[in-house]
């Protein structure tokens, strides 16, 4: 095997996770070598070795006879079939976004409150789109797009009453 091989075997001397005489996979994924302690791994799984979610990302193996084939996030793969050569990432264009926890998909880029309130028979004029980030969900302005890429959380709750 040369060192371009997508998994190159090899025992580790530390007793990996599965035994002390379990196999590492080294798996190339976009251009970085990732250890893979199990031979028939998630492309979920996979993806999440170089910091990428299904929601975003699609995960496609490319084969010694130049042919690719995308990966499932729940299809396994066999780290031991020595056809395949390496894997990589590719932004989805369909991506999923997830309100009030259920997912959905819309089309990655900018897009309009109302056209994702739209995906849950919702509108700006009674509703308000909350985006979850790196805290409380907070309120997204009706008059600006949103920037979607995958992944994204949304809540909706209904708008507040106007002056009194």
Same mark, same amino acid.
């Given at each position: ?30 251009? =970085?070598?990732?250890?893979?302690? %199990? ?8 993806? @999440? +070795?170089?910091?990428? #979610? ?57 897009? =309009?409150?109302?056209?994702?309130? %739209? ?8 509703? @308000? +789109?909350?985006?979850? #980030? ?24 209904v708008q507040s009453g106007g002056s009194s």
């Amino acid at each position: 095997m040369d060192s371009s091989d997508f998994a190159e075997h090899a025992i580790d001397a530390a007793q990996p996770p599965g035994g002390p005489h379990s196999t590492i996979y080294h798996v190339h994924i976009d251009g =970085s070598e990732v250890a893979v302690h %199990e031979q028939h791994p998630t492309g979920e799984a996979l993806l @999440a +070795l170089v910091g990428k #979610k299904p929601c975003a990302f699609e995960l496609i193996a490319e084969f010694r006879h130049h042919e690719n084939d995308v990966i499932e996030p729940r299809e396994t793969v066999a780290l031991g079939d020595h056809s395949v050569k390496r894997f990589i990432t590719a932004r989805k264009e369909i991506v999923t976004i997830y309100i009030e926890g259920n997912p959905y998909s819309i089309e990655r880029g900018r897009r =309009s409150v109302a056209e994702i309130l %739209e995906k849950v028979g919702k509108t700006p004029d009674a509703y @308000a +789109l909350l985006e979850e #980030k790196d805290g409380p969900p907070l309120p997204l302005p009706a008059n600006q797009p949103v920037d979607i890429q995958g992944c994204e959380v949304f809540h909706v709750q209904v708008q507040s009453g106007g002056s009194s």
